[in-house]
């Protein structure tokens, strides 16, 4: 250890997140632990992905530091753990985010972000298995499900507005087959269209009736103008 590490501090992260469904109403759970003082945060989105939460997670209790530390983070994420170990996300970046010749890298708002945090402080991940009875890992984990089943949760912009659907792979009709599993997608109308401070809607989405994935489709999206719709 240099001298310059031994005068950072160190802190300790736990992190998780899921959605239920995936995709859907997600949420993320986080403690941080300096000395004897310990923090949680947590937050959900309307329409998200458990990997989107596992990552939002990491950044979420990164961006809490205010000031460079020497960081242990504890994930039950693979995704998440493995592409930051094994260096696959900044050579994702290096690439122009194209993980291989044919297949861009997914959720790339994110990690750009968490690779620039992982730059500001010294970072290390750790996976531990999850639903495994560490306290820590658990409670992060009754954090994220409290989360998303809160009431008028905000847009995933970066998941709504992901540039690495390309126009050819979007899903758009209804009849279209699901990519995740190939079955015709069938056309659903939101239960409830106005969040508070949300400033547009889905008039429909696109449902698999398979997997329950769902697609949200561009020309489906309204604007709300200065009244309340009910």
Same mark, same amino acid.
């Given at each position: +250890?240099?001298?310059?590490?031994?005068?950072?501090?160190?802190?300790? /992260?736990?992190? *998780?997140?899921?959605c239920? $469904?995936?995709?859907? $109403?997600?949420?993320?759970?986080? /403690?941080?632990?300096?000395?004897?003082?310990?923090?949680e945060l947590?937050g959900?989105f309307s329409?998200?992905?458990?990997?989107? %939460?596992?990552?939002?997670a990491?950044i979420?209790?990164?961006?809490a530091?205010?000031?460079?530390? %020497?960081? /242990?983070?504890?994930? *039950? =994420?693979?995704?998440?753990? *493995?592409? +930051?170990t094994?260096?696959?996300?900044? @050579?994702?970046?290096?690439?122009?985010?194209?993980?291989?010749?044919?297949?861009?890298? &997914?959720n790339?708002?994110?990690?750009?972000?968490?690779?620039?945090?992982?730059n @500001?402080?010294?970072?290390?991940?750790?996976?531990?298995?999850?639903?495994?009875?560490?306290?820590? !890992?658990e409670?992060?984990?009754?954090?994220?499900?409290?989360?998303? @089943?809160?009431p !008028?949760?905000?847009?995933?912009?970066?998941?709504e507005?992901?540039?690495?659907? =390309?126009?050819?792979?979007?899903?758009?009709?209804?009849?279209?087959?699901?990519?995740?599993?190939s079955? $015709?997608v069938?056309?659903k109308?939101?239960?409830?269209k106005?969040? $508070?401070?949300?400033?547009y809607?889905?008039? &429909?989405?696109?449902?698999?009736?398979?997997?329950?994935?769902?697609? +949200?489709?561009?020309?489906?999206?309204?604007y709300?103008?200065?009244?309340?719709?009910?």
């Amino acid at each position: +250890m240099t001298g310059e590490q031994e005068k950072l501090k160190k802190v300790t /992260i736990f992190t *998780d997140g899921g959605c239920e $469904p995936n995709p859907g $109403p997600g949420g993320y759970g986080v /403690i941080l632990i300096y000395g004897n003082t310990q923090k949680e945060l947590t937050g959900g989105f309307s329409l998200t992905t458990n990997n989107r %939460m596992e990552l939002f997670a990491a950044i979420a209790g990164l961006q809490a530091i205010k000031f460079p530390c %020497m960081v /242990i983070l504890y994930s *039950d =994420s693979r995704y998440l753990v *493995d592409a +930051m170990t094994k260096g696959w996300a900044k @050579k994702w970046r290096e690439n122009g985010w194209w993980r291989n010749k044919k297949a861009k890298a &997914y959720n790339i708002d994110l990690w750009e972000k968490l690779i620039d945090l992982c730059n @500001k402080h010294q970072v290390e991940f750790k996976w531990v298995k999850g639903h495994a009875g560490l306290g820590a !890992n658990e409670r992060c984990d009754e954090l994220s499900m409290e989360a998303l @089943k809160q009431p !008028n949760l905000t847009a995933d912009e970066g998941y709504e507005q992901r540039p690495e659907d =390309s126009s050819a792979s979007k899903i758009t009709q209804e009849g279209q087959s699901c990519r995740k599993c190939s079955t $015709p997608v069938v056309k659903k109308v939101p239960r409830r269209k106005q969040k $508070p401070a949300q400033t547009y809607y889905y008039e &429909y989405y696109l449902y698999c009736p398979n997997c329950r994935t769902m697609y +949200m489709v561009e020309e489906a999206k309204r604007y709300f103008e200065n009244q309340t719709l009910l």
